[in-house]
């Protein structure tokens, strides 16, 4: 099961990084459609379909085929906008003077080990019920 959730989240940010979104996925049956009527009505094969709808070939197909303005808005990928993030890295040429200091060798040991903890040993804390 946790294979299946990770593959699912892997699959979902890959399409999401592609700009694929649920919404183009439905609409995949349309692209289906409207290939189909290509291929029966102008005899176009999968490649001049793709080229007529996204490539090279988009504007004089839109400006042929008016008819189909509305079937056009249907299919997949026919996103208004790109929304890529750009960042700009700037390095500023700017050095930070670290300051050595002396580090003294000769301490004094002020520290001495106190044995805090030894009357807890002597006398157990839980003690079995006395009897009178």
């Known amino acids: 099961m946790k294979t299946i959730i990770a593959i699912s989240l892997s699959f979902l940010v890959l399409f999401q990084s592609a700009g694929i979104g649920v919404n183009d996925i ?7 459609e409207h290939a189909e009527y290509h291929s ?3 005899g176009d094969d999968f490649l001049t379909f793709f080229e007529k709808h996204y490539g090279s070939l988009k504007s004089e197909h839109e400006k042929n085929h008016k008819e189909e ?5 249907e299919l997949p990928f026919q996103h208004a906008s790109c929304h890529h993030l750009s960042t700009d890295v700037v390095v500023f040429p700017y050095e930070i003077s670290i300051l050595r200091g002396e580090i003294p060798l ?27």
Not at 69 to 73: C, F
Not at 110 to 131: A, D, G, H, M, W
């Open 40 to 42: 029966e009505n102008y």
């Open 106 to 132: 000769n301490h004094s040991h002020t520290f001495y080990y106190l044995n805090l903890y030894s009357s807890l040993e002597r006398v157990s804390i839980f003690q079995p019920p006395k009897s009178a």
């Open 26 to 32: 439905l609409l995949l049956g349309h692209f289906m």
């Open 69 to 73: 303005k509305q079937e056009h808005e």
